[in-house]
């Protein structure tokens, strides 16, 4: 995987204090991570640095958009990206043994670095932005935005599937509504 030296933040030069990185995020970022499930990202990360003296604190606001496909009808749809993520960098003398704790939110790196690369975090943000459950949003007369043939289709199965019911059951509904 080739190195994005366009992520790279020279740390030692910066004076402590709160610095501010921009970032524009298109597919191209992605190539070096593989296939994704969404097409033409267009995500700007904006990373708030605060160096302390033996530490950072790094926030990620993500907003943007990508475009995924719907769960329900199959069909792709523009989806918002809005999210900010917290994470916390120490430096110490064995970052290897550090790193091998449970907190996601600190990340290690050794005393004698000079820069750190923050492309596989903007890369892990901007997934996570993205929720596990894709379905077009209802427009503003509160109507699916999936396609109607398909909802149709979903519908008639799902009619299908009530009247194939399991007749071990069929004795049971006289109890329903007691």
Not at 32 to 51: E, I, M, P, R
Not at 60 to 69: H, Q
Not at 118 to 136: C, G, K, T
Not at 151 to 171: D, F, T, Y
Request: proline share 4%.
């Amino acid at each position: 995987m080739k190195q994005l030296r366009e992520f790279d933040i020279a740390f030692v030069g910066l004076k402590p204090g709160v610095h501010t990185f921009q970032y524009e995020i298109k597919d191209s970022f992605f190539e070096n991570y593989g296939q994704q499930d969404f097409t033409d990202c267009d995500a700007t990360v904006k990373l708030t640095f605060d160096k302390k003296s033996n530490f950072f604190m790094l926030k990620f606001e993500i907003g943007g958009k990508v475009t995924v496909t719907c769960d329900r009808c199959g069909q792709p749809f523009e989806m918002q990206l809005w999210d900010d993520f917290d994470q916390v960098v120490k430096l110490v003398e064995n970052p290897d043994e550090m790193n091998q704790e449970e907190d996601p939110d600190v990340r290690y790196i050794s005393q004698t670095e000079s820069h750190v690369n923050v492309a596989d975090w903007i890369y892990e943000f901007v997934n996570l932005s993205i929720p596990m459950q894709r379905i077009h949003p209802d427009d503003e007369n509160g109507k699916s935005g999936c396609d109607p043939k398909v909802l149709e289709m979903l519908e008639q199965m799902r009619q299908q599937s009530n009247e194939a019911s399991n007749p071990i059951w069929k004795g049971l509904e006289k109890f329903k509504d007691n």
